[in-house]
């Protein structure tokens, strides 16, 4: 009996934690919170109820999804990908069953998911003055390679148009490169975060040399403190490292979801989803910070889209109808388009 009231003293202790870190709507519900591979993890079927959603449904071996209430939301169990409101996300834990029913852990339903479903609750957004571009690679740093030309190239083309997409929408551009010019790391966040009421986005473009199929665009934010980047499958001890980046995490990842909506609902390439990581100009961004990778140039479909110029123009637009959006949603609180509404 003793060993049963202290196992639920500590699940109440877990819930009770779990509640206090949630934002002020997401703690009148009651969780049920249950422990799966030493992880709090909450049902599906009570997010879905939560948020407006149906019951969810299987809709493959181990897929289930729930939708309603003009919201949606895909997970497959053992996997940390997820579909929320039609787009692709790489949640930090993998769905589980607990009890023979589908469920996510805490740390996705409050870093991930809640802010997906609604951007419009998310603390900490502040006006937009001016938007760093950050052009990935250059002088010696050539990045990555195509049959017809080299990641730096493409990278500062695609900044100078959208530096005058953006500056005809009447925000102020900087940028940390004009010219075939190597930065250092470190150096190229610093630019934003010396400037007040700036968002900072680095431009790149993809490479898998051992995997020519590879294709697609993705969006990072910076991971969840105490969370694996998406490529990494366990915890290691710089995760638990607070870096600069963390202040404005939940910031970062609702700026990252936007300008992938944008992408995915005006673009015709590949979904590889929202993800996480702990590049250098994202930890050490104090400021808003994401970075797009704009597609596969060991890809050959790909590499002959990049090396469009009409192409490179519509991908500028997108990324800047993402920014406008999120510009809007910082300043007027209105909810930003989905993929479904470009």
Known sequence: MRGLRVAACGQMARLLIFLLALPALLRAADWPVTSVDGRDYVPLASVATFYGMGAPARSGAKIFAASGGGKSLQVEVDSREAIIDGVR???????????????????????????????????????????????????????????????????????????KKLEAAGLRVVVTRNSDTFIELENRPRVANRIPGAIFVSIHYNSADWKPAANGLETYAISPLGAPPSGQDVVMARDRETEAGHALEPVNFTLANTVHHALMGRLPNADRGVKRARFVVLKDAAVPAILIEGGFLTNPTEAR?????????????????????????????VKPREKADW
């Open 89 to 163: 996300h790489w949640l930090s834990f993998p769905a589980r069953l607990a009890n023979g029913a589908p469920a996510v852990s805490t740390v996705d339903l409050r870093r991930t998911i809640d802010p997906a479903l609604r951007p419009d609750k998310v603390a900490g957004l502040r006006p937009v003055r001016t938007v760093v571009l950050d052009a990935g690679h250059g002088g010696h740093d050539n990045g990555a390679r195509s049959p017809y030309g080299s990641e730096k190239e493409f990278t500062l083309d695609t900044v100078r148009r959208l530096r």
């Open 305 to 333: 889209r990049v090396a469009d110029p009409k192409w490179r123009e519509a991908y500028a637009a997108a990324i800047a109808a993402g920014i406008l959006e999120y510009k809007r949603l910082a300043e007027q609180g």
